[in-house]
T-cell receptor, first 112, second 113 residues
Framework: GENVEQHPSTLSVQEGDSAVIKCTYS??????FPWYKQELGKGPQLIID?????GEKKDQRIAVTLNKTAKHFSLHITETQPEDSAVYFC???????????FGRGTSLIVHP | EAGVTQFPSHSVIEKGQTVTLRCDPI?????LYWYRRVMGKEIKFLLH????????ESGMPNNRFLAERTGGTYSTLKVQPAELEDSGVYFC???????????FGDGTRLSIL
């Protein structure tokens, strides 16, 4: 089955800095890669996703890149703000089922 | 539009007891999913309903877990009897179609003493 590794487990940055979270996956059949943000006491919320026919996708301050050859994908957050503080999960799934396999999460702390 | 709603938000029970978690998906969403996150680990898939039918239950840990979705609306997940290793946060999600984004509820935090 699919295995997703996520790094780092904790990331501490100053407000205004950039943050990068990296994930690798094992199943070459995976072709859908969503990213979720989970705030304290809330459920995961989809913030951006990318499909295997695209190498990069951007939405305002967040961007995701995908390297299918190397089987890794990354989340980039620019100009971080305190409200970006949360746990971020990457996930990978095969298009037929769309059942995601999640990484272990990255706790992002943005210091004002 | 109301989001995915889960009840209760917290549950503390003793080992050997029974607990039932409930999930109300977004109205009109045929696809309903259950997940579990044990402290510090990844969110793991438990099962997937399409309407009232179990499409995939490959993630259910053992036969102490029973999920139902009678009528294809809300779903329940019963744990009987509960064991210590069942502690964690149980999430429910729903989507309008298999390829559409999943919307998560806020979860039920289950503690087994």
């Amino acid at each position: 089955g699919e295995n997703v590794e996520q790094h780092p487990s904790t990331l501490s940055v100053q407000e205004g800095d950039s943050a990068v979270i990296k994930c690798t996956y094992s199943d070459s059949a995976s072709n859908y890669f969503p990213w979720y943000k989970q705030e304290l006491g809330k459920g995961p919320q989809l913030i951006i996703d990318i499909r295997s026919n695209v190498g990069e996708k951007k939405d305002q301050r967040i961007a995701v890149t995908l390297n299918k050859t190397a089987k890794h994908f990354s989340l980039h957050i620019t100009e971080t703000q305190p409200e970006d503080s949360a746990v971020y999960f990457c996930a990978a799934s095969e298009g037929g089922s769309y059942i995601p396999t999640f990484g272990r999460g990255t706790s992002l702390i943005v210091h004002p | 539009e109301a989001g995915v709603t889960q009840f209760p938000s917290h549950s503390v029970i003793e080992k050997g007891q029974t607990v039932t978690l409930r999930c109300d998906p977004i109205s009109g969403h045929d696809n309903l999913y259950w997940y579990r996150r044990v402290m510090g680990k990844e969110i793991k898939f438990l099962l997937h309903f399409v309407k009232e039918s179990k499409q995939d239950e490959s993630g259910m840990p053992n036969n102490r877990f029973l999920a139902e979705r009678t009528g294809g609306t809300y779903s329940t997940l019963k744990v009987q009897p509960a064991e210590l290793e069942d502690s964690g946060v149980y999430f429910c999600a729903s989507s309008g179609g298999a390829g559409q984004p999943q919307h998560f509820g806020d979860g039920t935090r289950l503690s087994i003493l």
